[in-house]
């Protein structure tokens, strides 16, 4: 591989990929990509992110919140936060204050390791509940004070929610206060004019990943083609969203195991991005490197 890649968004240390997530980053290594972050879901998923940031080279991890974890806080989900060396962890936290403390004290033992808050957002999909919501606006406005004060970048999830981020900007973001790219909308999926609202007026990159390359994302490859370069990056959000050609190379293959999103799988993304563009696939992947580096500061 003649160039790097950075891989914004990943979950290297969901259950999917026990006992291969070294094999995972190693094939990483060797398809280009350079940088790999973890990003948290709640308390232990950012513990376990920490330990792989702590544990390989180049690999980094963020402290925050999924939208959709914002009512379990304390719990331990049985199926989904058995994370490898963390079987037998339980949660320390009790209240979304308690864990913006444990996060803030994590920062402050471990800042070479943690690049980013979040992930942290709106989800709409799964429960559209007001309870839900109440919660989800909370945790953000929580993320987002927490992002100002330690001034690391901000990872938004946003589905189903479009207009409910957009509002919680408007009320709580204050772009003076934030770094110069205040982070990242992870696994963009928006129309154009929302995306020149992000990357505009408030300074967000968006994040491309594997949906763009499925037949029906005809829009998500309108904003490619009409948002400036430097405001993208590239991720996978790992294990979900497999794009489409390792999908199709995966059913040739006849292979009958799950297939997993892996960041191995992200040269697909950039020459996606570089077709869109109409520029080599080397300048392309060295400008959204360059963009991811700039977000997280590194």
């Given at each position: 591989m003649s160039y790097k890649i950075f891989e914004?968004?990943?979950?290297?240390?969901?259950?999917?990929?026990?006992?291969?997530?070294?094999?995972?980053?190693?094939?990483?290594?060797?398809?280009g990509v350079d940088k790999i972050i973890q990003?948290?879901?709640?308390?232990?998923?950012?513990?376990?992110?920490?330990?792989?940031?702590?544990?390989?080279?180049?690999?980094?991890?963020?402290?925050?919140?999924?939208p959709c974890d914002v009512l379990n806080i304390g719990k331990k989900d049985p199926q989904w936060h058995n994370y490898e060396g963390f079987e037998d962890y339980q949660p320390t936290c009790q209240t979304l204050e308690e864990l913006m403390e444990f996060w803030e004290d994590l920062y402050e033992k471990n800042s070479e390791h943690i690049v980013g808050i979040g992930e942290t957002g709106f989800d709409r999909y799964h429960d559209d509940s007001e309870t839900l919501y109440e919660a989800q606006k909370a945790s953000f406005k929580a993320h987002l004070d927490l992002a100002k004060k330690l001034q690391l970048p901000l990872i938004?999830?946003?589905?189903?929610?479009?207009?409910?981020?957009?509002?919680?900007?408007?009320?709580?973001?204050?772009?003076?206060?934030?770094?110069?790219?205040?982070?990242?909308?992870?696994?963009?999926?928006?129309?154009?004019?929302?995306?020149?609202?992000?990357?505009?007026?408030?300074?967000?990159?968006i994040g491309i990943g594997g949906v763009a390359t499925y037949k029906n994302a005809k829009?998500?490859?309108?904003?490619?083609?009409?948002?400036?370069?430097?405001?993208?990056?590239?991720?996978?959000?790992?294990?979900?969203?497999?794009?489409?050609?390792?999908?199709?190379?995966?059913?040739?293959?006849?292979?009958?195991?799950?297939?997993?999103?892996?960041?191995?799988?992200?040269?697909?993304?950039?020459?996606?991005?570089?077709?869109?563009?109409?520029i080599s696939v080397e300048e392309c992947a060295e400008i959204l490197y360059d963009n991811a580096i700039r977000v997280y500061q590194l």
């Open positions: 914004t968004h990943a979950h290297l240390y969901f259950p999917a990929f026990k006992g291969k997530t070294q094999q995972v980053i190693e094939e990483a290594q060797k398809a990003i948290s879901c709640e308390e232990i998923s950012s513990l376990a992110g920490l330990r792989l940031a702590q544990s390989y080279e180049g690999v980094y991890c963020t402290i925050g919140l999924h938004i999830h946003n589905r189903n929610s479009r207009e409910e981020c957009l509002r919680a900007l408007e009320e709580n973001f204050d772009r003076s206060a934030h770094p110069e790219i205040p982070g990242i909308m992870h696994c963009f999926c928006e129309d154009i004019g929302y995306a020149h609202k992000v990357t505009q007026d408030y300074g967000f990159m829009a998500i490859r309108e904003v490619i083609q009409a948002i400036p370069l430097k405001y993208m990056v590239t991720e996978t959000d790992s294990p979900f969203l497999t794009p489409q050609g390792a999908k199709d190379q995966h059913k040739a293959s006849k292979i009958k195991e799950r297939l997993l999103n892996k960041p191995e799988y992200l040269p697909e993304i950039v020459a996606l991005i570089a077709d869109i563009k109409k």
